[in-house]
């Protein structure tokens, strides 16, 4: 069965210090994998899109990294801000006639002064 | 601006009564999309549609119908809400491609709560 699996499930982290959310997955065929931020109450928008061939990207503060041999994937958010608090959901589209896309639960992280 | 639109953002309606929440979108999108969101759980696709007069079950599409008349709107329709069907309902749209790597944007939510 399709499924992503995101730890930790929250995270609390002062403002300033660097954090890493981990994403792991069991999507076959596989397409792509996306991180979306989702704040509270709105939609989630997308961060960054990596296909099998990618091994890292990145996004202002935001550093993605895939591991496609052993299906993981991770999302540094480094020097974090007040406005990275939120959710941080990993989404893995797999290769079928739709790309459809198997979204994980998310981590709620949350950035303290 | 490029755009999804949803409405209403909130409701609380009681068991039975018959309710639609529309959403609209402005960047010509074939693909359309709703999802709902619940406490501990991934978005799950209610339903989706590929273009227009195309639409198809997601993985919970027990309890709703939709609609694609025009390109710009997929309205979501509750015949007789339940109480588990209280939840945060997302809309969003795509281009369809070859490759799945198009970007999809969401409209910014509907709340929902039936009593």
């Known amino acids: 069965k399709n499924q992503v699996e995101q730890s930790p499930q929250s995270l609390i982290i002062l403002e300033g210090k660097n954090c890493t959310l981990q994403?792991?997955?069991?999507?076959?065929?596989?397409?792509?994998l996306r991180w979306y931020k989702q704040d509270t109450g709105r939609g989630p928008v997308s961060l960054t899109i990596?296909?099998?061939s990618e091994n890292t990207k990145s996004n202002g503060r935001y550093t993605a990294t895939l591991d496609a041999d052993t299906k993981q994937s991770s999302l540094h958010i480094t020097a974090s801000q007040l406005s990275d608090s939120a959710s941080y959901i990993c989404?893995?589209?797999?290769?079928?006639?739709?790309?459809?896309?198997?979204w994980g639960a998310g981590t709620k992280l949350i950035i303290k002064p | 601006e490029a755009q999804v639109t949803q409405n209403p953002r909130y409701l609380i309606t009681v068991t039975g009564k018959k309710l639609t929440v529309t959403c609209s979108q402005n960047?010509?999108?074939?693909?359309m999309s709703w999802y709902r969101q619940d406490p501990g759980l991934g978005l799950r696709q209610i339903y989706y549609?590929?273009?227009?007069?195309?639409?198809d079950k997601g993985d919970v599409p027990e309890g709703y119908k939709v609609s694609r008349k025009e390109k710009r709107n997929f309205p979501l329709i509750l015949e007789s809400p339940s109480p588990n069907q209280t939840s945060l309902y997302f809309c969003?749209?795509?281009?369809?491609?070859?490759?799945?790597?198009?970007?999809?944007?969401f409209g910014p939510g509907t709340r929902l709560t039936v009593t």
């Open positions: 969003a749209s795509r281009r369809n491609g070859p490759t799945g790597l198009r970007e999809q944007y």
């Open positions: 960047m010509n999108h074939e693909y």
């Open positions: 549609s590929m273009n227009v007069e195309v639409t």
């Open positions: 994403c792991n997955y069991t999507v076959s065929p596989f397409s792509n």
């Open positions: 990596m296909t099998f």
């Open positions: 989404v893995v589209s797999a290769q079928d006639s739709n790309y459809q896309l198997i």
